[in-house]
């Protein structure tokens, strides 16, 4: 074989199984175990070629859109057409067959003037969904700064969940803090049957520091079946303030 | 504890998504910039195919590569988005062609085995230099086929070339690197005089 043959071969696959010719060729030739030889050093270095850095602010705009996704897909209504259909035949149904009976009952009934049992009046029970966001305005960088939200007694998570969960009623979310001015849109929302507001308790921890803030959950007006609202917790950082929340 | 009656789904799903793919966002990102060269394009590339990614994440398989799959829907989402504005880099692609078999091109060394010879960090950061100068749909492949390790197959599902073009790139970049690392060498050996003579040619740097 000649040398340009095995090296194209080695080229073309230098991990490749040789074959007998090849090796042959390879055990006398030196340039040739040479274009070996480089090209093993060559691909082991290519491994350590480090791919370029994520610009700043990447992944707290992912998880921010991450955690749009899981919301929208929570608040999303089922698909409409179909079941709109299914629930118009079944309401049809239904009605022929109350008013079959109530005609096969007119005729059949021993006493024909009796009244109608009517029926009874249902409570409207007032829902009302919270979607919770975060503004938090931070003189500096924080690594991993963590917020914890303490759900009252009569609030349910209706939505998705941060990506872990403290002990008891507490919903913990972990983020990295820019600069600037932070926006978040935690993946949860709580579902709220209550009429009376409820006190809602949120906490940030940055750098070490601990900031509270309480947030009051307002109910749908009366008259309303549901209700849809974001709660938004604003915190302001900075490095020289005591260790507290400000709600803005 | 946790309250049995939370709904986890929504952000479990998160906390997954970002678990299995959180290591290869930079590397995605590194097939992003070549793709598409410029860097906040690029960045943007990535970011919806991670949202795409995390929209179909129900249908990924335990198991099944995570960069090859993240990859094939960053080319599928670049081809939606920037087809036209694909420009290709000719003249780069006609010097590395001109470089194949061209006997002055290349001197043998006078050190044994010079470049297992050199310290592999050393040798990283020529490479990362000439991988730069190299036309993207080149890059591309050593990228995918000898960074990434992917197979021929899914370099060449993602590249959007045949199987057999895949590996004529990659023989023809792999001889390219190789020689350009020895000029390289041989410029540290003797005060960079090939290198600058290499400048005056006009090759990449």
Redesign the interface.
């Known amino acids: 074989m000649k040398c340009t043959e095995v090296q194209s071969l080695l080229y073309m696959d230098p991990d490749g199984a040789l074959p007998a010719a090849v090796q042959k060729h390879l055990g006398r030739c030196r340039p040739c175990q040479q274009v070996e030889r480089d090209l093993r050093a060559m691909k082991g270095a290519l491994r350590d070629v480090a791919p370029p850095a994520l610009p700043s602010g990447f992944e707290l705009d992912l998880r921010r859109r991450l955690a749009q996704e899981v919301s929208a897909t929570a608040a999303a209504p089922a698909p409409r057409s179909r079941s709109r259909w299914v629930a118009f035949a079944m309401a049809a149904t239904v009605l022929l067959v109350l008013g079959g009976l109530l005609l096969w009952r007119a005729r059949t009934a021993p006493t024909p003037d009796a009244p109608m049992p009517l029926p009874q009046a249902v409570a409207m029970q007032t829902v009302s969904y919270h979607r919770v966001s975060l503004a938090v305005h931070a003189a500096q960088a924080h690594a991993e700064a963590l917020f914890d939200v303490e759900l009252p007694e009569s609030a349910k998570l209706a939505g998705g969940l941060g990506s872990e969960l403290g002990d008891g009623r507490v919903v913990r979310w972990r983020s990295d803090l820019l600069p600037g001015v932070n926006e978040i849109d935690l993946p949860i929302v709580l579902r709220q049957e209550t009429p009376a507001p409820v006190q809602l308790q949120a906490r940030l921890i940055a750098s070490g520091k601990v900031y509270t803030t309480t947030l009051r959950l307002t109910p749908a007006a009366s008259g309303q079946r549901e209700a849809e609202q974001t709660l938004r917790l604003a915190w302001v950082l900075d490095p020289n303030a005591p260790c507290a929340g400000r709600v803005q | ?3 049995a ?11 997954r ?2 678990q299995t793919t959180r290591p290869f ?3 995605l ?2 097939i992003a ?1 070549t793709l598409c060269r410029d ?2 394009q690029a ?1 943007d590339l ?2 919806e195919a ?2 795409r990614a ?2 179909a994440f129900d249908r990924f398989r335990e198991g099944e590569a995570v960069l090859p799959w993240l990859a094939r829907i960053l080319r599928n989402l670049h081809l939606d988005t920037f087809k036209t504005g694909r420009a290709r880099h000719e003249v780069a692609a006609h010097q590395l062609a001109a470089d194949r078999g061209d006997p002055l091109d290349f001197q ?2 006078r050190v ?5 010879a ?1 310290e ?2 050393q ?2 950061t020529w ?2 230099e000439e ?1 730069e100068a190299l036309d993207p749909d080149h890059r591309l492949v ?1 990228i995918l086929c ?2 990434e ?1 992917f197979s021929y197959q899914e370099a060449a599902d993602v590249a959007g070339i045949p199987i057999g073009t895949v ?1 004529s790139r ?3 970049c ?2 390219h ?2 020689q350009r ?2 000029h390289r060498m041989e410029g540290n050996l003797t005060g960079g005089k090939v290198v600058q003579m290499a400048r005056r040619k006009g090759e990449p740097r």
């Open positions: 504890m946790t309250d009656s939370f709904e986890t789904t929504g952000g479990d799903l998160v906390a998504f970002v966002h930079e590397r990102f590194r910039l860097r906040d960045a990535t970011q991670l949202i995390f929209r043998p060394s044994p085995d010079p470049l297992a050199l592999r960090s040798l990283s490479l990362t991988l050593v000898d960074i390790e590996r990659l023989s023809r792999r001889e690197l190789r690392l020895l």
